[in-house]
C-alpha cells in the first residue's frame, strides 16, 4: 500500500501543473485582445519578446558565451525558430485580436497539431494512417465551420473575419516551429535555447516593427505600455514556457498535449468573462470535431 501511495502522491504536483499551465498559456490571448487596445500588435510582439530576452540573459549569458562556436553553427536553425515561434506567432495572435474573440482565437490554435502531423509527413515523410486522415479532415472542418461561423454564404462572398485567417496562419507557423524544434538537435539546453529563440524572435520582428512604428501607428509608451509588455513577457512566456517544460519532464509529450485542450477551455474563459463574449453553436460544434479530430489523427 504505501508504495502505490506514495506514487500517488508523486503524481499530484505533475497533475496540478497540468491544469494550471493552460491558464497562463492562454493568457497570451487575453494580451490579444485587451493589449491591442493600447499597443500596436506588432510593437507589443516586439517589445515583448525583447523583455523577454533582457529578463532572461542575465542567468544564461554564461553558457552561450561559452558555446559561441555552437551558436555560429545553429545560426540559421535559431533564426527560423525565433521567427517561427516568436515573430510569426507573436505578432500574427496580436493582430487577430484587432479583429476577432478570444473563443475564435482559441479553437483555431487548437488546430496546430493537425498541421504539426501534415508537416511532419510533407518534411520528414511520416506516413499517415487512413484513421489519422480522417481526424485531419475532421479538425479542419471544425476549424472552418469556427472561420465562416457555421454559414457556408459567408465562403462564396468572402466576408469572413480576417483576423481569423491571421490566427489560421499563427497555428500553422507554431506547427513550423514544434516540427523543427523537435528534430534539430541543439548543443544548448532548454531553457538556454528559448533564451536565443526570444532574442531571434525579437530581431525578426524588428524590421515590421520599425515600419509599423513610423508609417502605421506609433507607440505610447506609458503605463498602459509597460503593464501589457510585462504581463505579457512573464505570464504567456516565461512562466507558461517554464510550466511546460515542467510537465513534459513529469509526465511525457502525450499527456502535456493536454494542455493545448484546456488552452481552449480557458481561452473560452477568459473571452466570457473578461471581453463580454458569447459562446455560439458554431463554436461548440467547431470545438467538437476539432477535439476529436485531434484525438484520431494523435491516436497512433
Known amino acids: 500500500m504505501k508504495p502505490s501511495s506514495k506514487k500517488s502522491n508523486n503524481l499530484i ?26 499597443v500596436p500588435p506588432v510593437s507589443l510582439a516586439f517589445w515583448r519578446w525583447t523583455t523577454v530576452f533582457i529578463l532572461l540573459v542575465p542567468f544564461f549569458y554564461k553558457p ?10 545553429e545560426f540559421l536553425k535559431l533564426f527560423f525558430l525565433g521567427l517561427t ?17 478570444v473563443i475564435n482565437m482559441a479553437v483555431i490554435y487548437t488546430s496546430s497539431p493537425i498541421f ?18 480522417l481526424g485531419l479532415t475532421l479538425c479542419l472542418f471544425g476549424v472552418f465551420s469556427i472561420i465562416f461561423k457555421g454559414d457556408a454564404s ?6 469572413f473575419t480576417v483576423g481569423d485567417i491571421w490566427m489560421l496562419g499563427a497555428a500553422i507557423s507554431w506547427a513550423l516551429y514544434s ?6 538537435k541543439s548543443k544548448f539546453d532548454l531553457l538556454t535555447r528559448f533564451v536565443l529563440i526570444a532574442m531571434f524572435g525579437s530581431i525578426s520582428l524588428l524590421p515590421f516593427y520599425l515600419l509599423e512604428e513610423f508609417h502605421r501607428q506609433g507607440t505610447n509608451f506609458d503605463f498602459n505600455f509597460l503593464f501589457w509588455v510585462i504581463f505579457a513577457a512573464i505570464s504567456p512566456a516565461i512562466i507558461a514556457f517554464t510550466l511546460y517544460a515542467k510537465v513534459q519532464k513529469y509526465l511525457g509529450a502525450s499527456i502535456t498535449g493536454f494542455t493545448l485542450y484546456l488552452f481552449t477551455v480557458y481561452g473560452a474563459f477568459y473571452g466570457l468573462v473578461f471581453f463580454g463574449e458569447t459562446l455560439e453553436y458554431y463554436h461548440l460544434t467547431g470545438a467538437f470535431l476539432v477535439f476529436i479530430g485531434i484525438y484520431l489523427a494523435k491516436k497512433n
Open 13 to 38: 504536483f505533475p497533475y496540478f501543473l497540468l491544469f494550471l499551465q493552460p491558464v497562463f498559456m492562454a493568457s497570451n490571448l487575453i494580451v490579444a485582445r485587451g493589449g491591442v487596445e493600447f
Open 85 to 101: 515561434g516568436c515573430g510569426i506567432c507573436g505578432a500574427f495572435p496580436f493582430i487577430a485580436g484587432q479583429t476577432t474573440t
Open 64 to 73: 552561450i558565451l561559452k558555446k559561441t562556436k555552437a551558436l555560429k553553427a
Open 179 to 184: 516540427v523543427y524544434l523537435l528534430n534539430w
Open 154 to 159: 459567408i465562403l462564396s462572398s468572402l466576408e
Open 116 to 133: 504539426i502531423i501534415l508537416l511532419s509527413g510533407f518534411i520528414y515523410k511520416e506516413k499517415i494512417n487512413l484513421i489519422q486522415i
